[in-house]
């Protein structure tokens, strides 16, 4: 078995039996999730983003898809799975119908060109600005957790991103990183 097959399975165990610390307002139920919350990264952890994750894209999706009233729209990004809302969500007091998922977390798809005033609002700082690709990242929080079943300690960390795409001309995405990695 190779290295990288081992910290799969590594990180795939430690996930699974990663210990259990949603928000009260989930449950343990992740149909219960604030889609707003999620993508504003208020609320909820990091292990509440991946059962959420495991329930939308596992043998429940049909239902998740419907409960949350998410329909998938073609995309021509492979790094972005866009969905319509069946009803708006506000996020960061703007309102929108799109949401996209990346590998890390959900994002609002914002009728905002320029993503400079809204990065400024929520403290965003640029690492990238061009005129044709704009990425941001705010950290809401970081820490390293020792696991029974994983060495060296798996840094876990929730951060706020603004940034654009060229296949999404004229929108500007925001929303949370929930991501768990390996140093």
């Given amino acids: 078995m190779s290295i990288y097959r081992d910290g799969t399975l590594l990180l795939a165990a430690f996930l699974l039996s990663a210990p259990v610390s949603h928000a009260a307002t989930m ?3 992740p149909s219960k999730i604030d889609l707003a919350k999620l993508i504003e990264c208020k609320t909820y952890d990091i292990a509440g983003y991946y059962d959420f994750a495991m329930w939308l894209t596992g043998p429940d999706s049909a239902t998740a898809m419907k409960q949350l009233g998410l329909s998938e729209m073609p995309s021509s990004n492979p790094f972005l799975q866009e969905f319509k809302l069946s009803a708006p969500v506000t996020v960061f007091g703007r309102q929108t119908n799109r949401i996209v998922f990346t590998s890390s ?3 609002a798809v914002l009728d905002e060109p320029d993503p400079h ?3 400024k609002t929520l403290g965003v700082t ?26 060296p300690p798996l840094p876990r960390r929730i951060s706020l991103r603004v940034f654009t795409v060229d296949t999404l001309p004229g929108k500007t995405l925001a929303g949370c990183s929930y991501s768990i990695g390996v140093e």
């Fill in 105 to 107: 977390g959900p994002l």
């Fill in 27 to 29: 449950q343990d139920d």
């Fill in 117 to 119: 005033p809204l990065a």
């Fill in 126 to 151: 640029s690492a990238v600005d061009r005129p044709d690709k704009f990425l941001g990242e705010k950290e809401v929080s970081s820490s390293k957790e020792q696991h029974e079943y994983a060495y």
